[in-house]
């Protein structure tokens, strides 16, 4: 374990973001159906790396996963299934609704994070090293 102050700080920012996006901007289709969901995978990515150190491919691999299993869930109404069918807060949290879309909006969030924060960052890294 070792905080990192910086991706804590982003956390927080991407956590604000998607409590906006899901309460003031909720009518905007866009931001609630696909943004949100490209957010989300950052927002877990910032999360564990504020407290952990792992290996970045590795962990955005790991997140892609875990997404997808939660997204099959909601195929099962796994939230139902447990008896929080009727927890607002349980249902914005485990999903309602199985869609192939919210698959690709988890695969552009962690395509992302891979390009800015492992590609770019070990590009920029390499020519300052020259």
Avoid: P
């Amino acid at each position: 374990m070792k905080f990192n102050l910086k991706y804590f700080l982003l956390t927080i920012l991407i956590f604000i973001a998607e409590v906006l996006i899901a309460t003031t901007y909720k009518n905007i289709v866009f931001l609630r159906s696909y943004f949100g969901d490209v957010l989300v995978v950052i927002l877990i990515y910032t999360f564990i790396l504020s407290i952990f150190k792992l290996q970045k491919s590795r962990l955005i691999f790991w997140i892609f996963i875990f997404s997808c299993v939660v997204e099959f869930l909601q195929y099962f109404h796994f939230a139902e299934l447990l008896g929080l069918g009727k927890n607002q807060l349980a249902l914005i949290v485990l999903g309602n609704s199985f869609s192939w879309i919210d698959i690709a909006c988890y695969a552009i969030g962690c395509v992302s994070i891979w390009l800015l924060d492992v590609k770019l960052k070990n590009m920029f890294i390499k020519s300052a090293q020259k």
